[in-house]
């Protein structure tokens, strides 16, 4: 638990102290709520997991459903707007800015949602879309729609987003696995 505020100390300049991450932070509450309906779900109490999930959007503007599966020290910054889809795997040490979507394009059965590899990025706004693999480092600049596989360590940005940069911060990644 510890590392996973230290997490969000590090990553944002406004924390303040642990008390305000825990009690003001949505995105603290949202995976809480997450983990509880994670479990539920995998023990076969879908509707209580979705419902429990439904609820935990209503609270902090945050969705995920519960069926996804999220590494540690996910952090959702100002998380109004994330959705992350049932199929979504997310690793460790990921940052998603507010109004992100890991969601499907609708044109895929089984897994329709992307992987996203541990220390990633997602600016503001950023829609990634499909059953696709954002590489670990990745970087993705606000607003981007992303609906192929990244490089590792690389920054996409644009509609549809291109990869601008690679292998530039490798070195600087905190909190390696």
């Known amino acids: 638990m510890k590392n996973y505020l230290d997490n969000i100390k590090d990553k944002d300049p406004a924390a303040r102290s642990y008390l305000e991450i825990i009690l003001l932070y949505p995105s603290v509450h949202a995976i809480a709520i997450y983990r509880i309906a994670h479990w539920l779900y995998n023990k076969r109490f879908t509707f209580l997991a979705r419902l429990l999930s439904q609820l935990g959007r209503f609270f902090t503007g945050i969705e995920i459903h519960p069926a996804a599966t999220i590494g540690k020290g996910l952090f959702i910054d100002h998380g109004m707007g994330v959705v992350i889809g049932e199929t979504?795997?997310?690793?460790?040490?990921?940052?998603?800015?507010?109004?992100?979507?890991?969601?499907?394009?609708?044109?895929?059965?089984?897994?329709?949602?992307?992987?996203?590899?541990?220390?990633?990025?997602?600016?503001?706004?950023?829609?990634?879309?499909?059953?696709?693999?954002?590489r670990e480092g990745t970087k993705i600049g606000a607003n981007s729609v992303v609906l192929k596989e990244t490089v590792d360590y690389s920054t996409v940005v644009g509609i549809p987003a291109k990869t601008v940069d690679k292998n530039k911060y490798k070195d600087t990644m905190k909190y390696s696995a």
């Open 88 to 134: 979504t795997i997310i690793g460790d040490y990921v940052t998603l800015y507010q109004g992100v979507t890991l969601g499907g394009t609708g044109k895929d059965t089984g897994k329709r949602h992307p992987t996203i590899e541990s220390h990633v990025t997602i600016g503001s706004g950023a829609k990634v879309l499909g059953p696709i693999v954002i």
